[in-house]
């Protein structure tokens, strides 16, 4: 699957995604995102383990190669303040998914980890639990920790709007529409 194809296809995925309803806590946390990004700070919530891990994943869902991915756009850091947020399930809910998938390492490859196993297998790792609330919720985290505004904590440097030929938000200017004209003549 091409990288474009799976991007579109991913904004379907993101209904089932636990941290979809506690978006307003997400876009709130996204400043102190910026900040810990910039100033390379020690994460919230996360252990120096788990965000290997998750980092990891993040860069096998927009991986680096020919064009920066996950990785360059510092999506880990967006990861972390959202899921330091205020809702403590959600942490917990990653939490329990990464260490269920770190079980499934154990018992299959006799690895410790995810970020432990070569690219092939951490594909083949991925598309085993592509399905699951778990990976939906990292892969929503990935994206919008690349693609959204960098104020808020990821796409540092406008690495993933670089990576989709996105020049960034418009300011408006004049003209406006037939309705802005309207409400200017009577104000005069």
Do not use: C
């Not at 991007?7 to 910026?34: D, E, H, K, Y």
């Not at 919530?45 to 990785?71: D, N, R, Y």
């Not at 951490?122 to 920790?145: K, M, P, S, Y």
């Not at 709007?161 to 009577?186: M, N, S, V």
């Amino acid at each position: 699957m091409k990288r474009r194809s799976f991007l579109t296809q991913s904004g379907t995925a993101l209904g089932g995604s636990w941290i979809m309803m506690s978006m307003p806590a997400a876009l709130a946390a996204t400043v102190t995102a910026r900040k810990a990004r910039e100033e390379g700070k020690a994460f919230k919530v996360l252990s120096a383990a788990e965000a290997v891990e998750f980092a990891a994943i993040a860069a096998q869902i927009i991986p680096s190669g020919s064009s920066p991915g996950a990785t360059e756009a510092g999506v880990i850091y967006f990861m972390d303040i959202v899921l330091a947020g205020n809702n403590a399930e959600v942490l917990q809910s990653m939490r329990q998914g990464l260490a269920e998938l770190q079980a499934s390492i154990k018992r299959s490859y006799n690895k410790e980890s995810f970020a432990s196993l070569g690219n092939s297998r951490q594909i083949e790792v991925l598309q085993g639990i592509d399905e699951t609330d778990f990976f939906g919720t990292v892969r929503h985290l990935t994206l919008a920790g690349t693609f959204s505004n960098s104020s808020y904590g990821g796409n540092r440097d406008n690495t993933g709007w670089q990576l989709i030929g996105f020049e960034g938000p418009r300011p408006t200017q004049p003209p406006f529409g037939h309705y802005d004209a309207d409400y200017i003549k009577k104000g005069k």
